[in-house]
């Protein structure tokens, strides 16, 4: 019990660790060191999972073209929409042993999230310039596909290259899109034209202290404290067997009784029953006594003098009697 007590107690101090470095992984994983966007990633070709929220620097000019919006975005509080233009790097490349169709004719780019507005024709009229553009950004893990049957032309639910893909078939994407942390050059774009700009932490985890990591930890001493509950009550009942199992031999043993009925009757003789219990006869189905008769202390005149010998204790002497027939 004592074993298995202070592995739970250690599995719960384990999980607070976790609760409390939650972000060790992520530091340690450079993902605040600014690399070359190119060297990192790579076009048609799935995002290893350390990747997100890499800082990354790259340059290249807008699509204007290629622009999508994303309702359902919520920023300081306030519902609204995210305006995503593709961005196409300069020295974008395929994936290594990544073959795509007509790949020469077609322009690789990424989705860029330009800015949040709480106004929906903000966002649809929101427009990039063009020119070269210098950004230094963080890489956002590429979200799932979500049917937009429901919006509007030019907007769907999620930041997905694949409908991305099928809503500008001439473009080549990443599995991955960028939110900015500083734009340089005239065409910027960036948190301009009436759009605020979208901080980077957006998509990040912060660290800090993990809410489920604490409720594993509490799960635990709750298992620990359950272990010894029992274990006090095994040893409490133990205790108590053997202290009854001592006072046994010491009182006097208890007889049993086996009765059997006789064959043909209904009852067993109440006789019988009386002689075993100690209760009377009649207890037990028997005949009940007849009571006594009263003494006679007076004078008896003629037949009610008379009195049946069964009726009378031959043991008792009426000494007062005088007369009769």
């Given at each position: 019990?004592?074993?298995?007590?202070?592995?739970?107690?250690?599995?719960?101090?384990?999980q607070?660790?976790?609760?409390?470095?939650k972000?060790?992984?992520?530091?340690?994983s450079?993902?605040?060191?600014?690399?070359?966007?190119?060297?990192?990633?790579d076009?048609?070709?799935?995002?290893?999972?350390?990747?997100?929220?890499?800082?990354?620097?790259?340059?290249?000019?807008?699509?204007?073209?290629?622009?999508?919006?994303?309702?359902?975005?919520?920023?300081?509080?306030?519902?609204?929409?995210?305006?995503?233009?593709?961005?196409?790097?300069?020295?974008?490349?395929?994936?290594?042993?990544?073959?795509?169709?007509?790949?020469?004719?077609?322009?690789?780019?990424?989705?860029?999230?330009?800015?949040?507005?709480?106004?929906?024709?903000?966002a649809?009229?929101?427009?990039?310039?063009?020119g070269?553009?210098?950004?230094?950004?963080?890489?956002?893990?590429?979200?799932?596909?979500?049917?937009?049957?429901?919006?509007?032309?030019?907007?769907?639910?999620?930041?997905?290259?694949?409908?991305?893909?099928?809503?500008?078939?001439?473009?080549?994407?990443?599995?991955?899109?960028?939110?900015?942390?500083?734009?340089d050059?005239?065409?910027a774009?960036v948190?301009?034209?009436?759009?605020?700009?979208?901080?980077t932490?957006?998509?990040?985890d912060?660290?800090?202290?993990?809410?489920?990591?604490a409720?594993?930890?509490?799960?635990?001493?709750?298992?620990?404290?359950?272990?010894?509950?029992?274990?006090?009550?095994?040893?409490?009942?133990?205790?108590?067997?053997?202290r009854l199992?001592?006072?046994?031999?010491?009182?006097?043993k208890?007889?049993?009784?086996?009765v059997?009925?006789?064959?043909?009757?209904?009852?067993?003789?109440?006789?019988?029953?009386?002689?075993?219990?100690?209760?009377?006869a009649h207890?037990?189905?028997?005949?009940?006594?007849?009571?006594?008769?009263?003494k006679?202390?007076?004078?008896?005149?003629?037949?009610?003098?008379?009195?049946?010998?069964?009726?009378?204790?031959?043991?008792?002497?009426?000494?007062?009697?005088?007369?009769?027939?």
């Amino acid at each position: 019990m004592l074993v298995l007590v202070t592995c739970f107690v250690g599995l719960s101090a384990w999980q607070v660790d976790r609760a409390q470095h939650k972000n060790d992984v992520a530091e340690s994983s450079g993902v605040d060191e600014l690399k070359d966007f190119n060297d990192v990633m790579d076009a048609q070709a799935p995002m290893p999972g350390i990747l997100a929220d890499q800082r990354v620097s790259l340059s290249g000019h807008w699509i204007p073209d290629a622009q999508i919006v994303i309702p359902g975005r919520v920023q300081d509080g306030d519902d609204g929409y995210w305006v995503v233009t593709m961005f196409a790097p300069d020295g974008g490349h395929l994936g290594e042993g990544v073959e795509a169709a007509n790949a020469d004719e077609k322009t690789i780019a990424i989705p860029v999230v330009r800015g949040f507005t709480t106004d929906e024709d903000t966002a649809m009229t929101s427009e990039a310039q063009g020119g070269q553009v210098e950004l230094t950004a963080r890489i956002g893990p590429i979200e799932g596909p979500v049917e937009g049957n429901d919006l509007p032309d030019g907007q769907v639910h999620t930041v997905s290259t694949s409908q991305i893909i099928n809503l500008f078939p001439d473009l080549l994407t990443y599995s991955g899109f960028l939110i900015p942390e500083t734009a340089d050059g005239a065409a910027a774009s960036v948190g301009t034209d009436g759009l605020e700009q979208v901080p980077t932490t957006t998509t990040r985890d912060e660290g800090g202290f993990d809410l489920q990591s604490a409720v594993y930890a509490l799960e635990w001493i709750i298992f620990a404290a359950m272990a010894l509950y029992m274990w006090f009550q095994l040893l409490r009942d133990d205790y108590f067997r053997r202290r009854l199992g001592a006072d046994s031999q010491d009182s006097e043993k208890s007889v049993e009784y086996v009765v059997v009925k006789p064959a043909g009757d209904a009852t067993i003789d109440p006789e019988v029953m009386s002689g075993l219990t100690g209760l009377p006869a009649h207890r037990h189905g028997g005949k009940k006594p007849g009571k006594r008769p009263e003494k006679q202390t007076g004078t008896t005149v003629g037949a009610s003098a008379t009195s049946d010998p069964a009726d009378t204790d031959p043991t008792d002497t009426d000494t007062s009697t005088t007369g009769g027939n």
